[in-house]
């Protein structure tokens, strides 16, 4: 069945290090991906996505490239800050005409020291 | 505009008692979803609302688990007879549906259930 991986946690780098979190995915047809993020007390939330390969999602100085030919979304930042800490989520859209919900990987914890 | 709402914030609930939790979903979002989050499974797909479609149960756990969406917008998920393997956070999500494009879900920010 449809799967995400993604490298297990927690990571901890210190202010303006460049970041780096696998994620793969096991799935049928083309779905959509998604990095969600969840800072500290609060909810979950869109950090980017990408709807077909070749597609790289952008926000906040974070990116992810959709690679088809090796079913990896990889996050990435080049400089990060104290106030990147928080858990990030993959996740692998699943649509079809009866169903639209999201597959998460297991969310990996980013802590980033100043 | 408002966001995804869920009540309780915290519910701690003793074995075997019935619980049900609410999500308000963002107004005009046509699906609704629920999660759950908790430290030994991670993030799980529970059900999946749209429309008058039948709904997609297919996450829910046990028939102990149910949810219902009255007149397309509040949803009420039910949990009878609680164990305490159902300790977690229950997020609920609502997204707008327009295709071919996939689109964000929003997310509430969730229900802390506890059950002694």
């Known amino acids: 069945g449809d799967s995400v991986t993604q490298m297990e946690g927690p990571v901890t780098l210190s202010e303006e290090a460049f970041l780096t979190i696998n994620c793969t995915y096991t799935?049928?047809?083309?779905?959509?991906l998604f990095w969600y993020v969840q800072y500290p007390g609060e909810g979950l939330q869109l950090l980017l996505k990408?709807?077909?390969?070749?597609d790289k999602g952008s926000k906040k100085g974070f990116e992810a490239t959709y690679r088809k030919e090796t079913t990896s979304f990889h996050l990435e930042k080049g400089s990060v800050q104290v106030s990147d800490s928080a858990v990030y989520f993959c996740?692998?859209?699943?649509?079809?005409?009866?169903?639209?919900?999201?597959?998460f990987g297991q969310g990996t914890t980013l802590q980033v020291k100043p | 505009g408002a966001g995804v709402s869920q009540s309780p914030s915290n519910k701690v609930t003793e074995k075997g008692k019935d619980v049900e939790l609410r999500c308000d979903p963002i107004?005009?979002?046509?699906?609704l979803y629920w999660y759950r989050q908790s430290l030994g499974q991670g993030l799980e797909f529970l059900i999946y609302?749209?429309?008058?479609?039948?709904?997609?149960k297919s996450g829910l756990p046990s028939d102990r688990f149910s949810a219902e969406r009255t007149g397309g917008s509040v949803s009420t998920l039910t949990i009878q007879r609680t164990q305490q393997e159902d300790s977690a956070v229950y997020l609920c999500?609502?997204?707008?549906?327009?295709?071919?494009?996939?689109?964000?879900?929003?997310f509430g920010p969730g229900t802390r259930l506890t059950v002694l």
């Open positions: 996740a692998l859209g699943v649509g079809s005409s009866n169903t639209g919900k999201l597959i």
């Open positions: 799935a049928t047809g083309y779905p959509s």
């Open positions: 609302f749209q429309g008058n479609s039948a709904p997609d």
């Open positions: 999500a609502s997204s707008e549906v327009r295709r071919p494009s996939y689109n964000e879900q929003f």
């Open positions: 107004s005009g979002h046509t699906a």
């Open positions: 990408a709807t077909k390969a070749d």
